[in-house]
């Protein structure tokens, strides 16, 4: 099993330049995770997919925020404009079910600066 | 927001000690999971403590669940400098926030040869 895939593995770029993190989950895990990690802190949620559904994005800050889910497999994360306080480890996690322990991903480290 | 608060922040101890962390929460619960966090790397799912069980274990980790005083404890016996990582624990919501998983801040766990 190949596990949680997150690409890039990190990302340096200038404020106000777009961004794109992409995530491959388990196979035949339906439910989807992005999590926002800042230095010392643990993650915090941002949107959850059952399937293609998103189901809990009350924490995406949609003004420059947006995720997808197509055919509720691969999922993407885009930030645009980005901002210096962007910066942090954003980290992707699927389960087979609500309540069963996520799998993370080893996680995209961005650097706004 | 993160409902769990973990303490110690930090915790030092020899090889061959127990360590013991533990986790506040302040709202009710469907379960309690523990993660653990090698530095720069992915969170690894622990143990899932569901709300009406009261202890579990797993080799050498126990859990214990309180909620009447809404808090659980994480016991690593006869530790390894292997162990040493951060240790977050996550509480799965139930009623209206159904499916969300938040993580605490963590504590933080050196493990000394």
């Given at each position: 099993?190949a596990?949680?895939?997150?690409?890039?593995?990190?990302k340096?770029?200038?404020?106000?330049?777009p961004?794109?993190?992409?995530?491959?989950?388990?196979?035949?895990?339906?439910?989807?995770y992005?999590?926002?990690?800042?230095?010392?802190?643990?993650?915090?949620?941002?949107i959850?997919y059952?399937?293609?559904?998103a189901?809990?994005?009350?924490?995406?800050?949609?003004?420059?925020?947006?995720a997808?889910?197509?055919?509720?497999?691969?999922?993407?994360?885009?930030i645009?404009?980005?901002?210096?306080?962007?910066?942090?480890?954003?980290?992707?996690?699927?389960?087979?079910?609500t309540w069963n322990?996520?799998?993370?991903g080893?996680?995209?480290?961005?650097?706004?600066? | 927001?993160?409902?769990?608060?973990?303490?110690?922040?930090?915790?030092?101890?020899?090889?061959?000690?127990n360590?013991?962390m533990?986790?506040?929460?302040k709202?009710?619960?469907n379960?309690?999971?523990?993660?653990?966090?090698n530095?720069?790397?992915g969170?690894?799912h622990?143990?899932?403590?569901?709300s009406?069980?009261?202890e579990?274990?797993?080799?050498?980790?126990r859990?214990?669940?309180?909620?009447?005083?809404?808090s659980?404890?994480l016991?690593?016996?006869?530790?390894r400098?292997?162990?040493t990582?951060?240790?977050?624990?996550?509480?799965?919501?139930?009623?209206?926030?159904?499916?969300k998983?938040?993580?605490?801040?963590?504590?933080?766990?050196?493990?000394?040869p």
């Amino acid at each position: 099993e190949a596990g949680v895939v997150q690409s890039p593995r990190y990302k340096i770029i200038e404020k106000k330049q777009p961004v794109a993190f992409w995530c491959n989950p388990i196979s035949g895990h339906n439910t989807l995770y992005w999590y926002r990690q800042n230095l010392g802190q643990g993650p915090e949620l941002l949107i959850r997919y059952e399937n293609e559904e998103a189901v809990d994005d009350s924490q995406l800050p949609k003004d420059r925020f947006s995720a997808e889910r197509l055919k509720g497999v691969d999922s993407t994360l885009k930030i645009q404009p980005a901002e210096l306080g962007d910066s942090a480890v954003y980290l992707c996690a699927s389960s087979p079910g609500t309540w069963n322990g996520y799998t993370f991903g080893s996680g995209t480290r961005l650097t706004v600066v | 927001s993160q409902q769990g608060e973990e303490d110690p922040q930090a915790l030092s101890i020899q090889e061959g000690e127990n360590a013991t962390m533990n986790c506040s929460y302040k709202t009710s619960i469907n379960n309690l999971q523990w993660y653990r966090q090698n530095s720069g790397r992915g969170l690894v799912h622990l143990i899932l403590i569901r709300s009406n069980e009261r202890e579990k274990h797993s080799g050498r980790l126990r859990v214990t669940l309180d909620t009447s005083k809404k808090s659980s404890s994480l016991l690593i016996t006869a530790s390894r400098a292997a162990d040493t990582a951060s240790y977050f624990c996550a509480t799965g919501a139930g009623g209206t926030s159904y499916g969300k998983l938040t993580f605490g801040q963590g504590t933080i766990l050196t493990v000394h040869p």
